[in-house]
């Protein structure tokens, strides 16, 4: 039974890295531009939680003030 424990912990942990990299917020006072390899692929205007491919596409956050 433990020995199946090992990869199973492997993967959670993995997973939970993916899915940490591809969460992204805006808060009340931002816009964020999402690029992918190099171009913009969107531009997030209204504040909230976004996702994102985590290796593919990158953010950059803009003050609004």
Do not use: C, H
Not at 15 to 38: H, I, P, Y
């Amino acid at each position: 039974m433990s020995r199946n424990l090992g990869p199973v912990l492997i993967g959670l942990i993995v997973l939970l890295v993916v899915l940490s990299g591809s969460m992204f917020t805006v808060d009340q006072r931002q816009n964020a531009m999402v690029f992918q390899l190099g171009e913009v692929v969107s531009v997030k205007k209204t504040p909230g939680l976004y996702f994102k491919l985590p290796l593919v596409q990158n953010v950059r956050y803009f003050d609004t003030r």
